[in-house]
């Protein structure tokens, strides 16, 4: 050890309790300047009413997402003979529909909960109960 740390050494050790009563004047001074530290971590002291936040307000207005966010397209059949309710003809309807489902790219853009319907599917479903 150094001279310095020594002779540190040797008044901590020789007036412990002066050493005691100076730590605690020093804990009770910055505790009582603690209680007057303020933090805030709120995000709106970085908004401003620029361009910017008004472009923001516009998109979530406008552009928000969730389970509104569909759209439906109709895909009409028809048929040379012009018999679109026949056996075949709804066989091939769902056909095409299993084809859109195992298409990836078409598949992740289906609505997950009755995203392909028609009257195939209600003919097909009514097959199967009975």
């Known amino acids: 050890m150094g001279p310095v740390s020594d002779r540190l050494a040797v008044l901590v050790t020789e007036h412990s309790k002066l050493v005691i009563v100076v730590s605690l004047v020093v804990v009770v001074l ?7 530290v303020e933090q805030s971590s709120s995000l709106s002291q970085f908004e401003s009413d620029g361009p910017e936040a008004e472009a923001l307000d516009y998109v979530e207005t406008n552009f928000t997402g969730g389970d509104d966010d569909t759209t439906t397209v109709q895909v009409i059949v028809r048929d040379e003979n012009d018999n679109v309710l026949d056996r ?43």
Do not use: M
């Not at 910055?30 to 007057?36: I, K, M, N, Q, V």
């Not at 853009?109 to 009975?130: D, F, K, P």
């Open 30 to 36: 910055l505790s009582a300047g603690a209680t007057s």
């Open 88 to 130: 075949e003809s709804l066989l091939r309807s769902l056909r095409y529909q299993r084809s859109l489902r195992d298409d990836e790219s078409v598949n992740v853009t289906l609505a997950e909960n009755r995203s392909v319907v028609g009257v195939s599917n209600a003919v097909a479903i009514a097959a199967v109960r009975t």
